[in-house]
């Protein structure tokens, strides 16, 4: 437990009309630090929880009080609903910003908040449960009248899932309806491999998420990934901040580099895709921030699934519109309206992100741990870093191996990637093995640059021996 | 059943009385039990040293062993009373204190037999999880 006094007493007697008082960032790393920058620039005071694997970490440092909440492991530090409610309590927080992951789409948690005076800075309980829980959200959005992949509802069994799979026609996709980043994914070649997929996947989500409950759905093959993001108040106004690309991802689906504006995106399908996100949006009574991902083929739309949270890769959106999300989710909870409209946001420009990670991208970008000798980030006009390792820091083996996110900002698509591949070539990590030259070598590919690639993409230039 | 007297009753008078005996002492700490009954009364631990002579005081056990009590949990940290003090030597599990959290009242337990070292925690202090909070010598007295 530690203390320290950030908050610039000048905002006091604001915050006590409009916002919180202090808020409890239940996250770690990079998205812990990016709410408390949040938080201090709105005047809020910040309680940062962290393992003990986590003790000397950078979000630690910052927060105005740190509270250790358990072990390395996640399930008993960064998914203990017990220490982090007790937490808040004792140390009088108003509100619990969730960040992404971890507890940030379990409306059981959210609902615990609300019994104990604590407002959850994300949807309502009901919602997160309707549009969290990933099969339901089909559901949901089929009554809305939103195209849906073909697929299942929650699986009982994986006698179920053998059936769902012959009917539905291979290859399908196993989904964890909690899920998100990836995790408790797997596709379905043939009819034999379900019962291990099925397995391998609900273990994945039982531990990530601590729901193993599984969909399924016909798996488009190498579709675009693209999604809408949408921030709502509690009075029904409701816009979108336009769309991103996260086409290019793993073959675990978990996503490496993201764009917005999505490059070379009809302008008929463009707005199809932000009219059914607010559409959604309406329709479920939604409130604060949320991102719907769709699946796009050729002229063909599909939702996919809702994110009920701030996205990992928000500040792409963040640089072309120019407004700050986590600031918008924090007055949002607090009960403000939104104040501007649909055609009060303009987007300007282009962003990219890359995703810095300790992975092995020639061993199939497998995860690593250890300490970072150096490290040294880029800097310049347009580029921005999230992070929160530095020299000397660790990293555990416990956790998600996303160490930065460096967003490039350019009038053009062309002068983002030229910034990016600037900035990944000024970026230093020593320790670890990073993803930085398999981003290096994608900005590089004519599809790339073309804009015209989508999610088979890097799973290809693998295979060729391009990335890795 | 024993024919004893119980505690009760004019239990307020007989404390009283025992604390003016006591007082006039040299005594660091009375306890009585009668019919599963206790009593202890105990002076704090900075003044306990001066009614002692040098000679008397008991010459210091070397720590061998020194265990560290952590909060397992999160919450309100509050002493059993009587508290326990700095120098108290303790028979098996005993229970020292609690961690009220969301309501409930988790026990903090000495886990075997020792002599409290250090106590590193404060009545009301709101403690995190794995904050140390007494340090035990287990040595091989114990």
């Known amino acids: 437990m530690a203390?320290?006094?950030?908050?610039?007493?000048?905002?006091?007697?604001?915050?006590?009309?409009a916002i919180f008082r202090k808020v409890l960032i239940a996250n770690r790393s990079e998205i812990a630090l990016r709410i408390n920058r949040a938080c201090q620039e709105l005047g809020v005071r910040t309680v940062a929880i962290f393992s003990e694997a986590d003790r000397t970490s950078l979000h630690v440092r910052q927060a105005d009080e740190a509270f250790c909440v358990g072990p390395g492991p996640v399930p008993r530090s960064y998914l203990n609903i017990p220490n982090i409610i007790s937490t808040a309590l004792v140390t009088k927080c108003d509100a619990i910003h969730p960040g992404y992951g971890f507890l940030s789409e379990n409306a059981r948690f959210a609902s615990i908040c609300a019994d104990h005076g604590i407002a959850f800075i994300g949807p309502k309980p009901h919602v997160i449960a309707a549009m969290g829980d990933k099969a339901t959200a089909k559901r949901v959005m089929k009554d809305a009248g939103v195209a849906t992949t073909p697929g299942t509802d929650i699986l009982a069994s994986v006698d179920e899932a053998r059936r769902a799979a012959k009917k539905i026609g291979c290859p399908v996709l196993l989904k964890a309806t909690a899920g998100g980043g990836g995790k408790g994914m797997r596709v379905v070649e043939k009819l034999e491999d379900v019962e291990r997929a099925y397995a391998s996947a609900t273990a994945e989500a039982e531990a990530s998420f601590k729901d193993g409950r599984l969909y399924m759905e016909k798996l488009i093959v190498d579709p675009r990934h693209i999604e809408v993001q949408v921030l709502a108040d509690s009075f029904g106004n409701v816009v979108h901040l336009g769309e991103r690309d996260c086409s290019v991802q793993k073959p675990s689906h978990q996503k490496l580099i993201e764009e917005a504006p999505a490059p070379n995106l009809?302008?008929?399908?463009?707005?199809?895709?932000?009219?059914?996100?607010?559409?959604?949006?309406?329709?479920?009574?939604?409130?604060?921030?949320?991102?719907?991902?769709?699946?796009?083929?050729?002229?063909?739309?599909?939702?996919?699934?809702?994110?009920?949270?701030?996205?990992?890769?928000?500040p792409v959106t963040e640089m072309v519109y120019g407004i700050d999300l986590v600031k918008e989710q924090i007055r949002i909870?607090?009960?403000?309206?939104?104040?501007?409209?649909?055609?009060?946001?303009?987007?300007?420009?282009?962003?990219?992100?890359?995703?810095?990670?300790?992975?092995?991208?020639?061993?199939?970008?497998?995860?690593?741990?250890g300490t970072l000798a150096k490290v040294v980030f880029p800097g310049g006009p347009g580029i921005r870093v999230d992070t929160a390792i530095c020299s000397g820091s660790s990293v555990p083996p416990y956790y998600d191996s996303m160490m930065a996110k460096v967003v490039a900002y350019g009038d053009t698509r062309d002068a983002a990637i030229a910034r990016m591949d600037r900035a990944l070539r000024e970026t230093v990590i020593e320790g670890v093995n990073t993803t930085i030259s398999a981003c290096l070598d994608i900005l590089g590919t004519h599809e790339f640059r073309s804009g015209g690639y989508n999610i088979g993409f890097l799973p290809r230039l693998m295979a060729a021996s391009v990335v890795g | 059943m024993s024919d004893a007297p119980p505690l009760n009753g004019s239990i307020a008078g007989r404390v009283r009385d025992l604390v003016e005996t006591f007082v006039q002492t040299d005594l660091v700490r009375l306890r009585i039990e009668r019919d599963g009954e206790e009593f202890e009364i105990r002076r704090p631990a900075a003044a306990g040293p001066q009614f002692l002579t040098q000679a008397e005081t008991p010459a210091p056990v070397a720590a061998v062993n020194i265990e560290t009590v952590r909060a397992d949990l999160v919450g309100i940290f509050h002493f059993l009373r009587p508290s326990p003090i700095e120098g108290d030597v303790l028979d098996g599990d005993r229970e020292l204190g609690y961690v009220e959290a969301l309501g409930i009242r988790n026990p903090v337990r000495t886990h075997g037999p020792g002599r409290i070292v250090s106590i590193l925690c404060a009545d009301g202090d709101a403690v995190d999880y794995g904050r140390p909070l007494f340090e035990m010598d287990r040595g091989r007295h114990f």
Request: proline share 3%; glycine share 6%; charged share 25%.
């Open chain 1, 3 to 17: 203390t320290r006094s950030t908050t610039d007493a000048r905002f006091s007697k604001w915050i006590e009309a």
């Open chain 1, 266 to 314: 009809p302008p008929k399908t463009r707005k199809a895709l932000h009219d059914m996100a607010i559409k959604a949006c309406k329709h479920v009574g939604y409130s604060n921030a949320g991102t719907l991902e769709f699946l796009v083929s050729g002229d063909d739309t599909y939702f996919m699934e809702m994110n009920t949270r701030i996205q990992v890769e928000h």
């Open chain 1, 333 to 369: 909870a607090a009960g403000e309206t939104l104040g501007y409209t649909q055609s009060d946001l303009v987007a300007r420009g282009h962003a990219i992100e890359c995703r810095i990670n300790a992975e092995d991208s020639r061993n199939n970008f497998a995860p690593q741990a």
